[in-house]
């Protein structure tokens, strides 16, 4: 057997791939990213009265906004229906198989469903479909074609603009992923401005880690009425100095017959009327009248960025005039909020 050598007999040789290095990667992912805020803005631009219909079916519901979708818009489906239910509006994700095999079940006539589908016509969402139809549960849709099963049998429909996929083959969901991802932001942050919901609500749904740290309010971290230094402005300041060495938290409030707390004294205010007479003067003669105070309802964090511009070292905290605890610097720096 004769092996040639011909070199016009041997196959094409490969072509070698296009330089790859630190800049090309760099340059693709900035392609990526541009390609991906043009659709949002693009997207920002065409929000109408779909959206505000969306909003206020979804304020309407008793129960749960319940989210499905298939593969990647499963995905966005799940961190959708995740930040509904952190920012106040219960929310759950079904899957559209498991729908099929029971799960539908878990959707109930107080809820809304809201189904994404970029092609509109994702075969596995026909039960959750016609369950919404049979029991009249408000259908919410985000698709890419209005023109489409699931569009046509929405109530109300979100349409993504018609938008080129990030990916270079203009086939992997990536543009349109982002889009779902960002009109399900928009629907939560919407419904957080419609119902009031703030940070303390916040922090009830937040308890755990470092944004339940930051959101934890004064009331948490303040010490209650039988550790805080009070006295009544008639008080001689050689009595109202033993409380404020006692208690220690280098002050001591003033309060009137009623109770209110109406000054405050200080190192400060000590030194400032430093005489051989201060210990016979009243807490009412030294103190300094109407003191910054905080609300127990506020956020620790700020109540320490209070502390912290004016250069003090406590704040008491008042409901209704009335004095009701005291924070001290240390009690924030010990809960992390550094």
Same mark, same amino acid.
């Given at each position: 057997?004769?092996?040639?050598?011909?070199?016009?007999?041997?196959?094409?040789?490969?072509?070698?791939?296009p330089?790859w290095?630190?800049?090309?990667?760099?340059?693709?992912?900035?392609?990526?990213l541009?390609a991906?805020?043009?659709?949002?803005?693009?997207?920002?631009?065409?929000?109408?009265?779909?959206f505000?219909?969306?909003?206020?079916?979804?304020?309407?519901?008793?129960?749960?906004?319940?989210?499905?979708?298939?593969?990647?818009?499963?995905?966005?489906?799940?961190?959708i229906?995740?930040?509904?239910?952190s920012?106040?509006?219960?929310?759950?994700?079904?899957?559209?198989? *498991?729908?099929?095999?029971?799960?539908?079940?878990?959707?109930?006539?107080?809820?809304?469903i809201?189904?994404?589908?970029?092609?509109?016509?994702?075969?596995?969402?026909?039960?959750?479909?016609?369950?919404?139809?049979?029991?009249r549960?408000?259908l919410?849709?985000?698709?890419g074609?209005?023109?489409?099963?699931?569009?046509?049998?929405?109530?109300?429909?979100?349409?993504?603009?018609?938008?080129?996929?990030?990916?270079?083959?203009? =086939?992997?969901?990536?543009?349109?992923?982002? =889009?779902?991802?960002?009109?399900?932001?928009?629907?939560?942050?919407?419904?957080?401005?419609?119902?009031?919901?703030?940070?303390?609500?916040?922090? =009830?749904?937040?308890?755990?880690?470092?944004?339940?740290?930051?959101?934890?309010?004064?009331?948490?971290?303040?010490?209650?009425? *039988?550790? =805080?230094?009070?006295?009544?402005?008639?008080?001689?300041?050689?009595d109202?100095?033993?409380v404020?060495?006692?208690?220690?938290?280098?002050?001591?409030?003033?309060?009137?017959? *009623?109770?209110?707390?109406?000054?405050?004294?200080?190192?400060?205010?000590?030194?400032?009327?430093?005489?051989?007479d201060?210990?016979?003067?009243?807490?009412?003669?030294?103190?300094?009248?109407?003191?910054?105070?905080?609300?127990?309802?506020?956020?620790?964090?700020?109540?320490?960025?209070?502390?912290?511009?004016?250069?003090?070292?406590?704040?008491f905290?008042v409901?209704?005039?009335?004095?009701v605890?005291?924070?001290?610097?240390?009690?924030?720096l010990?809960?992390g909020?550094?």
């Amino acid at each position: 057997m004769t092996i040639s050598t011909d070199l016009d007999d041997a196959p094409e040789a490969i072509s070698e791939s296009p330089p790859w290095g630190p800049a090309e990667a760099v340059t693709a992912g900035r392609q990526v990213l541009d390609a991906e805020s043009q659709a949002l803005a693009r997207l920002s631009e065409t929000l109408d009265e779909n959206f505000a219909a969306a909003v206020e079916a979804i304020a309407d519901i008793k129960g749960h906004v319940v989210l499905t979708g298939m593969g990647k818009s499963g995905h966005i489906a799940r961190k959708i229906a995740a930040t509904l239910a952190s920012t106040g509006t219960p929310a759950m994700y079904v899957h559209p198989g *498991e729908a099929s095999h029971g799960d539908l079940g878990m959707i109930t006539s107080d809820d809304a469903i809201l189904a994404l589908s970029n092609s509109g016509e994702t075969a596995e969402l026909n039960d959750i479909v016609e369950h919404a139809a049979r029991f009249r549960i408000p259908l919410l849709a985000i698709v890419g074609r209005p023109k489409s099963t699931l569009g046509n049998s929405a109530d109300v429909i979100l349409v993504l603009p018609n938008m080129p996929e990030a990916c270079p083959n203009g =086939m992997a969901p990536t543009t349109s992923t982002t =889009m779902a991802l960002a009109i399900g932001d928009a629907l939560a942050v919407a419904l957080v401005v419609r119902s009031g919901f703030n940070g303390v609500d916040f922090r =009830m749904l937040h308890p755990g880690g470092n944004l339940g740290t930051r959101l934890r309010t004064v009331s948490d971290l303040m010490h209650g009425a *039988e550790h =805080m230094p009070l006295v009544m402005a008639a008080m001689p300041m050689a009595d109202a100095l033993l409380v404020m060495t006692t208690k220690s938290f280098g002050c001591v409030g003033v309060t009137n017959d *009623e109770g209110n707390l109406i000054g405050i004294v200080t190192d400060g205010d000590l030194r400032r009327h430093m005489a051989p007479d201060l210990l016979t003067m009243s807490a009412g003669e030294v103190m300094t009248p109407d003191p910054k105070v905080i609300g127990g309802r506020h956020l620790a964090a700020e109540a320490l960025w209070v502390m912290s511009t004016r250069e003090i070292t406590s704040l008491f905290v008042v409901e209704d005039g009335r004095p009701v605890g005291i924070l001290h610097l240390h009690d924030c720096l010990r809960a992390g909020l550094a």
